[in-house]
């Protein structure tokens, strides 16, 4: 991903990215306030993937009313969970919002943790073709051994990359050569609909201690039992979806289910979603440690100025 960009001539996109229960949503708003004292409008949209699902208000710790300070936030549940949204859905729609925003000579302050999200927005996606039905069908129903020894004679450069107990990117990689007789490395080399070289990019990543941000894992996730995160569940259960969808998938869900399914105690359900909490908190932590490009400034205490983040910004 691009690093930041401070080019006075392109227009202004602040960014906070993070694990989850950084205060990436609590930054956003205190830097929207900042922008706004300047003089400009300051819109946050979100880059979370859980927090796009409509069903998952609870679940996901999307912003309430009060918590949203009156600033103006976008893409915050705009998605029925019944439809899956892909990075590149996200990206199409974050484009507009931020095209949007720009027009109204505002500044558009992106929030989340959802790394895939902001790859594809900032750097494009491949323009990959849809799958085959029959080769994704048929690929899908093979063991991942078997699937990784054809990826192997097909694309032995990704095969190597590629942990061979990865199903799903193996299966990714092998249905994508098997369809369009290009591997996916051939397909990344010609991105679409990138933003990184237009904006000026103000990224700011949180990675406060790692003890902090457990135990504010795992009072989250209590405090989300205590707010209604069973009846959200059971309401989503009701729906009948596919098992499959992204919404079903989330983190709480799962838990919640097994026990609204009668299989464990609540006192057993939270451990198990505090835990589920932390482990998605660690490999975000990883993630944005070591991802995103040096010029994405480290904040690495949970107490912070935005003022001093985002000091070339607000100079703007």
Request: charge should be neutral; glycine fraction near 8%.
């Amino acid at each position: 991903m691009r690093s930041s960009d401070t080019t006075a001539s392109l227009p202004p996109v602040a960014l906070i990215a993070g694990p989850t229960a950084s205060g990436k949503s609590d930054c956003a708003v205190a830097l929207a306030h900042a922008v706004e004292r300047t003089g400009r409008r300051a819109v946050v949209i979100n880059a979370d993937s859980a927090q796009v699902y409509a069903d998952l208000s609870v679940l996901s710790a999307r912003p309430s009313s009060e918590e949203m300070g009156g600033i103006e936030h976008r893409l915050f549940g705009s998605w029925d969970g019944a439809t899956a949204c892909s990075a590149a859905d996200w990206a199409t729609e974050a484009r507009h919002a931020i095209a949007d925003v720009h027009a109204s000579g505002g500044v558009p302050i992106l929030v989340g943790g959802t790394g895939l999200y902001l790859r594809t927005l900032i750097d494009g996606i491949a323009p990959v073709p849809p799958i085959a039905p029959a080769i994704r069908a048929e690929v899908r129903a093979m063991q991942v051994a078997e699937a990784h020894l054809a990826l192997t004679r097909l694309d032995p450069d990704r095969a190597a990359a590629l942990n061979p107990a990865d199903a799903t990117r193996v299966a990714r990689a092998l249905e994508v050569v098997q369809s369009t007789g290009r591997t996916l490395a051939e397909w990344q080399t010609d991105r679409i609909g990138a933003i990184g070289g237009s904006i000026a990019l103000h990224a700011a990543v949180l990675l406060p201690p790692r003890d902090w941000l457990y135990e504010r894992c795992d009072r989250r996730f209590a405090l989300m039992l205590e707010r209604g995160a069973l009846a959200e569940v059971e309401a989503l259960l009701a729906r009948r979806l596919d098992p499959a969808l992204p919404v079903m998938r989330a983190i709480g869900v799962p838990e919640i289910a097994g026990h609204l399914a009668g299989e464990w105690d609540l006192a057993e359900t939270q451990r198990r979603g505090a835990q589920a909490t932390r482990n998605y908190a660690k490999r975000q932590y990883t993630w944005f440690r070591n991802q995103p490009p040096p010029g994405w400034t480290r904040v690495p205490s949970q107490n912070y100025d935005v003022a001093t983040i985002f000091e070339v910004l607000l100079r703007h």
